[in-house]
């Protein structure tokens, strides 16, 4: 008789606990919630400086943070901050230019974080290169098109993207060829590629692992300018967050920096091995691993996760961007950046 009123007092007991932990659930459902990963969808240009993204997701990093990363690809910048500024996607790992030009029409997005720095380079190839003998001048250009009896086509994404501005910098600022002998011909980055190897471009602006695919498969495309000397310490690509997603969800986009910082770190230790992991998202089917660790080693893959650095070119190229006409209206540079997240990762 004392056995089973003991078995009915814990039997009890528990059926109370249990009633207790639902009433509390019903009454703090955040707590339920505590350990549910935070869903962000997030954007991104098909383009080696997107690789730290693809790595923090394949190596489950993100999962690890309590994550849940949707990626979504875009063929350009202006396209992809479309998106995001309709709230269709909450992060972007994009060309710094077209967040600021957003942002200076009303967008709330903000810079959280770098990814890579000085990553175009303007490649040639056919008659165009061989005239010009890998150096390009007004003069060289304007003698190319008096002798073919055309102008020059040269291929780029769409006016306010990094690539556009950085290539009108080049041509008009550095080089200063005449623009009457230059056509600028907007396309998406993959048919930029495609365009400059069937030869209907005489040039295009391109940016690893690109520049490797196309050199293997032309070992004639030559480079007419670095990332320094198209643009010295030229903008790259960052990440850039909606604010309503940084208000609701701050501690997750800190741990989901420190993972893009660790994946930063992976890739100048272990080519290799960032390489198979990128591959997975960037270029299977269409590359071997060898080719991505190629570029990875190349001297135009420079990956920056701390933003603090790239205000001031930025702020240059923002100027320039306004001068052409490709931004609107003054665009405060420093006050589109918010350090917050990558300084709480970035704390030692």
Do not use: C
Request: glycine letters at 8%.
């Amino acid at each position: 008789m004392t056995a089973l009123t003991r078995r009915s007092a814990m039997l009890a007991v528990a059926a109370v606990a249990s009633l207790t932990a639902a009433s509390l659930t019903a009454l703090t459902p955040g707590a339920a919630r505590a350990a549910d990963p935070v869903k962000l969808e997030v954007g991104y240009i098909p383009i080696l400086a997107a690789a730290p993204l693809f790595i923090l997701e394949g190596e489950g990093w993100a999962r690890e943070a309590g994550i849940d990363l949707k990626l979504t690809k875009f063929e350009s910048g202006p396209h992809a901050i479309q998106a995001m500024a309709a709230g269709k996607i909450d992060l972007l790992y994009a060309g710094v230019a077209p967040v600021l030009v957003a942002r200076s029409k009303g967008a709330d997005v903000s810079v959280i974080a770098n990814s890579a720095v000085e990553e175009m380079v303007v490649a040639s190839r056919g008659e165009f290169a061989k005239a010009l003998g890998g150096k390009a001048t007004a003069e060289s250009i304007a003698k190319f098109v008096a002798d073919s009896g055309r102008k020059v086509k040269i291929g780029t994404q769409p006016p306010g993207s990094v690539p556009d501005t950085v290539l009108r910098h080049w041509l008009f600022k550095v080089v200063k060829a005449d623009p009457a002998n230059v056509e600028i011909i907007s396309m998406g980055i993959e048919k930029t590629q495609q365009a400059l190897l069937a030869g209907a471009l005489d040039a295009a602006t391109i940016r690893e692992p690109t520049v490797t695919v196309t050199q293997k498969v032309d070992p004639n495309v030559g480079l007419l300018a670095t990332g320094a000397e198209m643009f010295p310490n030229q903008p790259g690509t960052v990440i850039a967050v909606r604010g309503p997603v940084a208000k609701e969800h701050g501690e997750a986009l800190t741990r989901l920096l420190k993972a893009h910082i660790r994946a930063v770190d992976q890739i100048a230790k272990d080519p290799a091995r960032s390489a198979k992991v990128a591959n997975e998202y960037l270029g299977k089917g269409l590359m071997e691993p060898a080719t991505l660790e190629s570029a990875f080693r190349s001297p135009g893959s420079k990956f920056v996760a701390d933003p603090h650095g790239v205000v001031p070119a930025v702020e240059q190229m923002m100027t320039y961007a306004k001068e052409i006409g490709s931004a609107e209206g003054t665009i405060p540079v420093a006050e589109a950046f918010d350090f917050r997240f990558y300084d709480a990762a970035a704390a030692k």
